[in-house]
Each structure stands twice: as C-alpha cells, then as structure tokens.
C-alpha cells in the first residue's frame, strides 16, 4: 500500500445531489483509491445511507484496507456545522441527516470532520491546487448553484456559524431576480446554471437535448449570440462579485470550480474585463482569477485536509 | 502609575488628515494619558514629524513616563505593510513617509506596529468594544471616506498585502457614481460624507454654515426631506455592503463608527431594512450592526492592541 511520505490514510467523501464520491487520500494529499455512485433518487435517507456506506467500503478496499486516521467530508449545504446535521438542497431525502454521527459510528475512534461541499473544493485548491502557496484565496463552484470557500491568512475562515465563504450571495444587482436564498440580486440568481438558462430562453435561445448550463456554454462557443450572451452575463457577474470580494478580503487567488469555469474565454474575458474596471487601487489590481487545478477530486482533496492540514483547516471541536 | 493588572504600557497613536491624537494604553486596554492635536497644514514632511514627536513626548509625560513596552499605531492609509511608509490620502506633506523607521529610531529596542487606522477601530472594537466577545466582526468607519477592519475565526485578517477590510469597495451600484478609488459604484462612492452633501445639494439641499454630512445629519433629523432623503441613501448602500459582506464573512457583530454612525434611526432603520431584505439565509439573518462603543478612542484602544494582544492582532515581521 503505497502511502505518501507523511503517512496516514485519510478516508475522503464528496457528497452531492447528482453523484456521491469517495477517495482513500496519502499523507501527502495524493488520491491512492477513487470510485464513485449516483445519489440514489429515493425518499428514504437509509437507501442514501447504503449506498454512501458501500461506496466507502469499496474505495477502502480498494485501496489495500489501509489503517485510516480519519474521515474527512464534503457535503452540500446547509447543514449545522460542526456537528453537521445536514440538508443538502439537492437531496431531499435528507433533512437534518446526522451525517457525522452516522460516520463516527462506523468508523470508531476515528475523527470524522464535514463542512460544505464548495469550502472543501477551496481547501483542496489551497492546500494543492491553483490556490497553493496563497495566503488569501477564494476557492468557487459555479455550477447549479455558486458555492465559494475563503482562506485568509493562510487558514480556513469558517465565521460564526461555519458559513462563511458563501460568495454566490454576494450582492451583484441590488435590484435583479430572486434569488433561492429569499433575497435579490445576488451572483448566484444570475451566474448559476439554471439561471442563465432561464434568461437565455427568455432571449430566445433554444436549446438542444439537454437544457443546462454546461450545453448553453457549447451553443455559445459554436457562435450562439444568445448564448454568449448569457456567458457575458455570467462572466460580468462574477467579475462584479470578486472585485467586492478582493476588496473586503485582500486575494490573492481566486480559483473557480463547476461545469461553467470549464468555458474558458467566454467566461473568463467578460469576467476579466468587469473586475479590472471596478478593482482598480493597488492592492485590488494584483488579484489572479484562475480556473481550479485539481479537477473532480478537489473537494476530496479538501476533505482529506480538514484531517491531515488540520492546523490550517480545522478549527471546531 | 496606575497600569493595569496584565502590566506593560504602550504609547498608541492614531494619525488622521484632522487630527493627530495619542495615548498611553495599560495592559488591560485602558486609557491612562490622551491628548491630540491638529495635524499641520503645511507641506513640510518634517513639521509634522516634529508635531507627532511632541505629542507623543507630551502624552508620556501626562502618563508618569512609565517603561514602554511597544508603539501602536493606526494611520490613514494607503501605505506600504509592514514596513509603513505611508502616504495617507489627506496628508499630502507625507507621501512615502516612513513612519515606522521615524518611531523606531525614536523608540530604540521596542516594537512598532502601524496599521491602517480603520483597522485599528475594528481591532479596538473587537478587543474592548462592540465586538468584544465575538469571533467574527467587520468594523467600519463611516466618514469623509468608508474604511474597515475585518477580524475572522478571532484573529485581524491582513489579506495579501495588509489591505483586507476595504468594505468602502463592495459595490452597491454596479453602474453607479465613480469612485476615488478608480472603480464605480462602491459604498464609499455613496456613504461618504462628501458623496452624500453633493448628492443632496444636487436635490436641492441648501446647506448652512458647514457643508459637511454631519450639518447634512442635522438637517435630517430637523425635518429636511431631501437631507432625510440622502440618509436613507446611505443607510440603503451600507445595508446592502454589509449584507454582502456577511454572506461572504459569516459576520456576528458590524460596528459601524465615524461620524455618520452617530445619527441613529435615520441611518440605521434603512439600514436595517436593506440589510433584512437581502440577508435572508438562517446564517445571515443573526448578524448584528450596532455604533461602536469605544467614542474616539476606538483607534487607540486597537493600535495598542497591536502590541498588547499581538497574537490576535499582529501577524506580520
């Protein structure tokens, strides 16, 4: 069983509403077993359960029964944190699941840590991705929705109530669409995936098989007006919301995540130019925006962080 | 020499375009020697280095020349940090003055610590003040400009370059009025006293003897519509910054000071409501905004802090 210099296996898992992942992370933060499930789409939060517990059984096993010294975990939000009682949006079978007692249970002795599913995607970049070697990064998921994570001095913020670095909710269009959250106008209504899709066929885009960001995004490379459009949208938006990012928090990095941070240009330009007309003091014009490095396991290599860097990473408890 | 029960006095100073101000500070973050003076309006660098000395030699004296364990110091900014060759925007004799070489030279063999003055009132707020007891708080300075401090996980944030906490620089209005900053439509753009006179004069406000935003403060709460009018101006950017900055922050306690902060309702109810009808998330709803509670000490009590409670405060050298 080739473990890293560091030592210690970490148990890592990524749960979201389409797929729940799993991954046995070396001390040296390299992934040693991956495997992956769809989220079953079934009421009984037991059947999740199963098919969370099985998955881990799996990734263990195949990556040579290692001794674990912990589990670390991603999971979609809200939840109460640290206990972590979770709610995920996308997954309504569970409501108040006690995710981090069910894992203690299976696997004794052992510390098992969660936290939101797009703080770890930050720590993970942080800890060994675009954000490495960074004292002050944002790490972001624009997806479904528009997650973020904040390292700031070279730590993990996690704020009054293990929330922070909830950055689709800052506030781009003081008077724009609702937003899931109850408000207005925040990054999330207007960069998400669906959002875009909604405005984008109010234009008049239409679209082929699937109507989803990640296929707005390819009608808008083929030279979609309307679907550039929407990409410009994004793009200004997020420009918008990591200028008054940069400004409160003084970033180095930011790292973007999600099925849209793969579009290249056509999100990155517009985004570019928006930022670089409002982040204009010395300090605000230094920031990087970059694509995240480590691709689908990110988020697992922030969960198997919150054990093994958990100096930086970990502050409950 | 009443020093306080953890011993160990600091000189603290807190430098501003008005005013230049000085105390000794105990070890409990008391205040046992205070005086200021105005800052010279003159173009010399040396004038006013010779005004600094004099006052803090003053100030010594007032206290009973205790043993000095450290300088504190809170400047306008901006400023290069650590190494604080400041060239505060409303001193123009000091551009590239090197303040914290000056005070070392003076004060051999002790620390200096020089951080942007808005910091300093939300590291005084947090250490004794409106903010004493919480984790995670933003103060703010609402004045002739909008500055901040931001302390996450209990500890000052500095961000890459020292620069973390301008909340002036969220923006509110995407397209809205420009900035000193280079930008468009920051809260400072706004909030700030000078933005909030030209923009009610432009309504037709007639100002009396001072044409400032506290004669403007005044005026609104005598009953003038259109002076009512640019406090609810205000009051509506700062609600919506804050609201942003909790999201991204996961804020406990804003404590807003400076001027503007003293006129209650008439800038904290549209405050409020901006603020509620946009942090609308179980996270977001609990963060508090309350003035701060130190008066003009603030500033003082936090550049002590620097040097008294460095562990929370001073991350730098």
């Not at 749960?15 to 046995?24: L, N, Q, R, W, Y």
């Not at 077993?33 to 098919?51: I, N």
């Not at 939840?79 to 709610?87: I, L």
């Not at 919150?306 to 990473?313: H, N, S, V």
């Amino acid at each position: 069983m080739p473990l890293g210099p560091l030592g210690g296996a970490v148990l890592a898992v990524d749960i979201g509403g389409t797929k729940m992942a799993s991954a046995v992370v070396d001390g040296a933060g390299e992934v040693v077993a991956y495997d992956r499930v769809a989220t079953p789409d079934d009421p009984d939060a037991e059947v999740l359960w199963r098919a969370l517990d099985g998955l881990l059984g799996k990734v263990v096993a195949d990556a040579g029964a290692p001794a674990l010294i912990g589990v670390g975990v991603g999971c979609g939000g809200p939840m109460t944190w640290p206990a972590a009682e979770v709610s995920p949006l996308n997954i309504h079978a569970w409501r108040g699941f006690p995710l981090r007692e069910r894992l203690r249970e299976r696997h004794p002795g052992l510390p098992v840590r969660v936290h939101n599913d797009a703080v770890c995607v930050a720590v993970g970049e942080h800890w060994r991705g675009a954000g490495r070697g960074y004292d002050n990064v944002l790490g972001m998921v624009v997806s479904t929705g528009v997650g973020g994570g904040l390292v700031l001095n070279g730590r993990l913020i996690d704020g009054a109530s293990g929330n922070a670095g909830h950055v689709g909710h800052v506030i781009v269009e003081p008077d724009g669409p609702p937003c899931g959250c109850g408000g207005r106008g925040c990054l999330e209504a207007i960069a998400r995936g669906p959002g875009l899709v909604a405005w984008a066929q109010g234009e008049g885009w239409r679209p082929g098989e699937a109507v989803t960001g990640v296929e707005l995004a390819e009608d808008a490379r083929a030279g979609d007006a309307v679907a550039a459009a929407a990409m410009r949208r994004a793009g200004r938006a997020l420009g918008l919301a990591i200028a008054s990012a940069t400004h409160l928090c003084d970033l180095d990095v930011v790292a973007i995540g999600g099925g849209l941070s793969q579009t290249g240009p056509l999100l990155f330009d517009p985004l570019e130019k928006e930022l670089r007309a409002h982040a204009r003091m010395d300090f605000s014009r230094d920031v990087k925006v970059v694509p995240t490095s480590l691709g689908q396991t990110s988020g697992l290599v922030g969960a198997a962080a919150l054990i093994l860097a958990a100096d930086r990473y970990w502050h409950a408890d």
